[in-house]
């Protein structure tokens, strides 16, 4: 009973001592959370009257040029299609970037990362004591780090990836 009534006061002296700097921390991020909101939702405001203003200029100017329902259909139209557009970009790949891996393919992937960094290191070691080519090296090395990098990246971000290391690693002859 002394064992249990020792391990509860040492408990509650663990807890009453830190307890302050966790809630000055929850203040402060409930805080800057706070802060956060408030300028997002004023910079929501201020887009929105934005695309007001805008659709009613563009409403001015097309009425100039033609009947002012048509000038209406035309300004919703193209209302209508940006935020179609914007609806698409929204919900084309957002599945993709919020799954998070299970613990198990996390744990696989970091086994594969590390066999084919020590065949690497080893092909370098083998390559370099038979005086082999850096370029050789360098391309060993970023055919690893893009076998790395590639097994979560898509299409576009595979092709974008694959110019940009062609443009740093391009040299003249």
Same mark, same amino acid.
């Given at each position: ?34 802060? %956060? ?30 009947? =002012?329902?048509?000038? =209406? ?9 940006? $935020?179609?557009?914007? $609806? ?22 970091? =086994? ?22 850096? $370029?050789?090296?360098?391309? =060993? ?29 391009? %040299?003249?002859?």
């Amino acid at each position: 009973m002394q064992i249990a009534g020792m391990v509860r006061m040492a408990t509650q002296t663990a807890v009453d001592a830190v307890r302050p700097i966790i809630e000055e921390t929850v203040r402060e991020a409930a805080r800057d959370a706070a802060r %956060r909101t408030v300028f997002l939702v004023f910079g929501l405001i201020l887009l929105a009257t934005v695309i007001i203003f805008a659709d009613l200029a563009f409403y001015l100017w097309l009425r100039t040029q033609m009947a =002012a329902h048509f000038a =209406a259909l035309v300004v919703a139209g193209v209302s209508l299609v940006l $935020m179609g557009v914007a $609806m698409l970009i929204t919900f084309s790949g957002g599945s993709t970037s919020s799954r998070q891996p299970s613990p198990v393919s996390l744990r696989a992937n970091i =086994a594969d990362t590390a066999a084919a960094s020590e065949r690497s290191a080893d092909s370098r070691d083998s390559t370099s004591a038979t005086g082999g080519d850096p $370029m050789a090296n360098l391309a =060993a090395d970023a055919e690893a780090l893009g076998k790395m990098l590639g097994q979560n990246a898509n299409g576009y971000q595979l092709v974008l990836g694959a110019f940009l290391v062609g443009m740093l690693l391009g %040299r003249d002859k």
